[in-house]
């Protein structure tokens, strides 16, 4: 067994790979040439992922005579400054020439243990009993930014932290948490936390217990999203209860409209349900589709008339739409039925204040046993602001 004895050691952590040096004299730290595994080319590829980590060392005889030779070194990573269990090891055979040596540990079987806490080194050549006391893993300065607890911090007018993964399957970014929240993103001006995706979600979150997201102060969520509000065509109420209108429900949510026994245009009513303001945000009416279909083409929807309440005496509102032109869907000619879509964009923002929507439809018959038939009403809502 050879008799080797290590001094003392500097260690230094520098991300993504670990180098370190053994001193025990005066003897300027000039890295001495050393042999790569023969494994280690796998990794040389620039989109590599390398879990090899460089170390440089100086190894002396145990009167501090700097050594020549090959030698069997292990490697081990520890959690603990003594004791313990190693969370991996790695054993390979160096090249020592005047003492200075430089290989590389493979950690691929610990790459996920080396996640910015604590770590320590242990050296063990040949025969020897392991060196004590381990070498403390230092970090580089910019190292420290990658602990656990550490802040970035910078005035910049771009982002702080890009983290871009082109072509992997797996997250750009994925944070768990046993407790609390997994990401935290406060902001005084703009989004705390801004998701943006060409396919998948732009931002994600899940939860076991707890809540998955959460707004946090005023409580805003804001989305350009489009929603859309139907309304069962079952729904419609005559305009008067003296009106002879006769409503008759299918079997699909939807109603045939017949006039009755009294002449002239019928009116009908849709009552809206829908919050004024969602998570913080006012609602936006910007489109409206109502599907029908008619038993010939002399029976049609004559007039439409989309209202805002802004009070309740009876001359308390605002006007979405009004159109009193006359649109015909004879069902023998389109037996899918037809679509009125129309674009609100006057006075189509709710409020906490000023919220119940009024829908009115008129229809002119050509008999008084003919129908129009109301299948349903699509209101299209956006809550960004």
């Given at each position: 067994?050879?008799?080797?004895?290590?001094?003392?050691?500097?260690?230094?952590?520098?991300?993504?790979?670990?180098?370190?040096?053994?001193?025990?004299s005066?003897?300027?730290?000039?890295?001495?040439?050393?042999?790569?595994?023969?494994?280690?080319?796998?990794?040389?590829?620039p989109?590599?992922?390398?879990?090899?980590?460089p170390?440089?060392?100086?190894?002396?005889?145990?009167?501090?005579n700097?050594?020549d030779?090959?030698y069997?070194?292990?490697?081990?990573?520890?959690?603990?400054?003594?004791?313990?269990?190693?969370?991996?090891?790695?054993?390979?055979?160096?090249?020592?020439?005047?003492?200075?040596?430089?290989?590389?540990?493979?950690?691929s079987?610990?790459?996920?243990?080396i996640?910015?806490?604590?770590?320590?080194?242990?050296?063990?050549?040949?025969?020897?009993?392991?060196?004590?006391p381990?070498?403390?893993?230092?970090?580089?300065?910019?190292?420290?930014?990658?602990?656990?607890?550490?802040?970035?911090?910078?005035?910049?007018?771009?982002a702080?932290?890009?983290?871009?993964?082109?072509?992997?399957?797996?997250?750009?970014?994925?944070?768990?948490?046993?407790s609390g929240?997994?990401?935290?993103?406060?902001?005084?001006?703009?989004?705390?936390?801004?998701?943006?995706?060409?396919?998948?979600?732009?931002?994600?979150?899940?939860?076991?217990s707890?809540?998955?997201?959460?707004?946090?102060?005023?409580?805003?969520?804001?989305s350009?999203?489009?929603?859309?509000?139907?309304?069962?065509?079952?729904?419609?109420?005559?305009?008067?209860?003296?009106?002879?209108?006769?409503i008759?429900?299918?079997?699909?949510?939807?109603?045939?409209?017949?006039?009755?026994?009294?002449?002239?245009?019928?009116?009908?009513a849709?009552?809206?349900?829908?919050?004024?303001?969602?998570?913080?945000q006012?609602a936006?009416?910007?489109?409206?589709a109502?599907?029908?279909s008619a038993?010939?083409?002399?029976?049609?929807?004559?007039?439409?008339r989309v209202r805002?309440?802004?009070g309740?005496?009876?001359?308390?509102?605002?006007?979405?739409?009004?159109?009193d032109?006359?649109?015909?869907?004879?069902i023998?000619?389109d037996?899918?039925g037809?679509?009125?879509?129309?674009?609100?964009t006057?006075?189509?923002?709710?409020?906490e204040?000023?919220?119940?929507?009024?829908?009115g439809?008129?229809?002119?018959?050509?008999?008084?046993?003919?129908?129009?038939?109301?299948g349903?009403?699509?209101?299209?809502?956006?809550y960004d602001?």
């Amino acid at each position: 067994m050879k008799n080797i004895k290590r001094y003392s050691y500097l260690l230094a952590f520098i991300l993504p790979a670990l180098a370190i040096m053994l001193s025990g004299s005066q003897v300027p730290a000039a890295r001495a040439q050393g042999t790569l595994p023969p494994d280690r080319s796998e990794v040389l590829a620039p989109d590599a992922i390398s879990n090899y980590i460089p170390v440089q060392g100086r190894l002396t005889d145990s009167s501090g005579n700097p050594l020549d030779g090959t030698y069997n070194v292990i490697f081990r990573i520890y959690d603990v400054s003594s004791g313990g269990t190693a969370l991996c090891e790695y054993g390979i055979s160096v090249t020592v020439t005047n003492g200075l040596f430089s290989t590389y540990m493979n950690a691929s079987s610990c790459s996920d243990d080396i996640d910015g806490r604590q770590l320590y080194l242990g050296v063990q050549v040949e025969g020897d009993d392991e060196m004590t006391p381990r070498a403390y893993i230092d970090n580089v300065p910019y190292a420290w930014t990658l602990r656990p607890g550490a802040q970035i911090e910078a005035n910049l007018d771009e982002a702080l932290l890009t983290v871009y993964n082109p072509g992997g399957a797996g997250e750009a970014i994925w944070a768990s948490s046993l407790s609390g929240p997994g990401i935290y993103g406060a902001s005084l001006v703009a989004p705390g936390v801004h998701g943006n995706s060409l396919a998948g979600p732009g931002l994600y979150g899940e939860s076991l217990s707890g809540t998955a997201i959460a707004a946090g102060g005023t409580g805003i969520i804001t989305s350009t999203a489009e929603s859309y509000l139907w309304i069962s065509g079952s729904d419609v109420q005559p305009w008067s209860s003296t009106d002879s209108t006769v409503i008759t429900m299918d079997s699909t949510g939807g109603a045939y409209i017949e006039r009755g026994a009294d002449a002239g245009v019928k009116y009908v009513a849709l009552p809206v349900t829908i919050p004024g303001v969602l998570y913080g945000q006012e609602a936006k009416i910007t489109e409206i589709a109502i599907y029908f279909s008619a038993q010939t083409e002399f029976d049609a929807i004559t007039d439409v008339r989309v209202r805002r309440q802004v009070g309740t005496c009876p001359g308390c509102y605002v006007d979405l739409l009004h159109d009193d032109a006359d649109h015909s869907c004879e069902i023998g000619v389109d037996p899918d039925g037809c679509v009125l879509t129309y674009d609100l964009t006057t006075n189509n923002v709710l409020s906490e204040t000023s919220g119940v929507l009024h829908i009115g439809l008129g229809f002119f018959f050509s008999g008084d046993s003919t129908y129009v038939q109301v299948g349903g009403v699509r209101l299209t809502v956006e809550y960004d602001d």
